[in-house]
Each structure stands twice: as C-alpha cells, then as structure tokens.
C-alpha cells in the first residue's frame, strides 16, 4: 500500500512538473490581453501556450471564453469539448459549456451540462441559476422554481430575480 501511495505520488509530480514553463508564460500574457480588452490577442496568445503543452485545459477553457466573447460560438464550443476531454472532473468547463448551449437555444443541453457541473461542484449557483431558466424555456417551472431557490441559497442575485419573475 505504502508503494502504491508513493506510486501515485511520484506520478502526479510528474503531472504537475509536464507543462511548460513557455506555456504559462503565454498563458499570463493571454489573461493580461484579454483583462484589458484584446480578445484577438488573448486568443493568439492562449493558442501559442496550447501549441507548447496540448494538455494545457486551463488555456483551451479561457481560449473557449474569449472566443465566445467574440463570437465564435464554435470555435468556443470546440475548446470547451477539449477542455473536458482533457480533465473531465472541471465543474466550470460544463457551466462554460452549458452558457454556449444556452445562448444557441440548446436548452436540453444546457440542462444536461448543469446538471454535470453541479455533480462536480453542488455548490455553483451558476449552473443551478443557468439550468432554472433553461427549464422554464422547456416549460417546467416546478424544477425552474427548485434550481433558482438552490441558487438563492448558494447566493446568487440574478436567481432570486428570476425567481420573483418567474415563480409566481
């Protein structure tokens, strides 16, 4: 047992130490341009990082966030499916990908990423606020009304809203 612990030590080490330094540096400078406004370079700068470590989920998610600001719904939803290729146990990677689903009137889906991240995360009032409006867009208040008073408790303002404006 003490081998197998030392095992799965040394392996996630190893994990840790495989990215490459280059592609943080990439990955800091993309944060800096997309904070002030530069998506084009963000993205440039998020694609040169993923061209370093393809692994690199964090980089695929926030290329996925600038893209969609864009509007490049598909280029987004490309690297968000990476994104969870790469680490399926990412919470904000379904919610990211549930808001893209969302905007493209794919309710089913929406509900379904929801659902996946708040089995990940129970916590994200996000996906909870997300997954009540997709419900009453499929016209099924009784669980919107449910998922937007899980958001209340968990803190989330726009869920009591939609709450007050659709669970009357």
């Not at 592609?23 to 694609?47: M, V």
């Not at 794919?106 to 997954?131: H, V």
Request: glycine share 6%; net charge positive; hydrophobic share 35%.
């Amino acid at each position: 047992m003490k081998k197998l612990i030392l095992v799965a030590l040394l392996l996630s080490s190893l994990v840790g130490w495989s990215q490459d330094p280059i592609a943080y540096d990439f990955f800091d400078q993309a944060l800096k341009k997309a904070a002030s406004g530069n998506l084009k370079g963000s993205i440039d700068d998020y694609t040169k990082a993923i061209k370093r470590d393809p692994l690199f989920a964090e980089a695929y998610l926030n290329r996925a966030l600038s893209k969609q600001k864009t509007g490049d719904i598909k280029g987004a939803l490309v690297d968000v499916n990476t994104t969870i290729s790469i680490d399926p146990k990412r919470g904000d990677a379904y919610t990211t990908r549930a808001d893209i689903n969302y905007k493209s009137k794919n309710y089913k889906g929406t509900i379904e990423d929801c659902t996946q991240s708040i089995i990940l995360n129970p916590k994200d009032y996000i996906a909870y606020n997300l997954r009540g409006l997709s419900y009453i867009h499929i016209e099924d208040k009784k669980s919107a009304c449910a998922d937007f008073s899980k958001a209340i408790q968990y803190g989330s303002q726009s869920a009591a809203k939609n709450k007050k404006m659709f669970c009357k």
